[in-house]
Nanobody, 126 residues
Framework: QVQLVESGGGLVQAGGSLRLSCAAS????????MGWFRQAPGKEREFVTV????????YYADSVKGRFTISREYAKNTVYLQMNNLKPEDTAVYYC???????????????????WGQGTQVTVSS
């Protein structure tokens, strides 16, 4: 069983920064690609970024490229999302997700991600 718990969300002004954390448990997590998604009110859940099992390969949505950075710390079984230069359009609930089936190619489709956290709210004021 895989459990994912996000933290680090909050209210920040435009231009500010936040770092989200995703604490993971379960035997497959260390060998899984890990991703972040977000869902704004009235909108569908959208892909933000993913990191492969090795930590060397990453993939970002165009909307966050150059502003967000994903990383993982194996000793703590934790994945991070550093968000800089935040914009009001980044306001959403952010979800961490694990994709144990993604072993070669990183993918943005939510269907590849088998385990999800409960989400953490990020609100960016203008």
């Amino acid at each position: 069983q895989v459990q994912l718990v996000e933290s680090g969300g909050g209210l920040v002004q435009a231009g500010g920064s936040l770092r989200l954390s995703c604490a993971a448990s379960g035997r497959t997590v260390s060998s899984s690609a890990m991703g972040w998604f977000r869902q704004a009110p009235g909108k569908e859940r959208e892909f933000v970024t993913v990191i492969d099992w090795s930590g060397f390969s990453t993939y970002y949505a165009d909307s966050v490229k150059g502003r967000f950075t994903i990383s993982r710390e194996y000793a703590k079984n934790t994945v991070y999302l550093q968000m800089n230069n935040l914009k009001p359009e980044d306001t959403a609930v952010y979800y961490c997700a694990a994709a144990p089936r993604l072993t070669q190619t990183l993918r943005a489709g939510a269907g590849w991600y088998d385990y999800w956290g409960q989400g953490t709210q990020v609100t960016v004021s203008s």
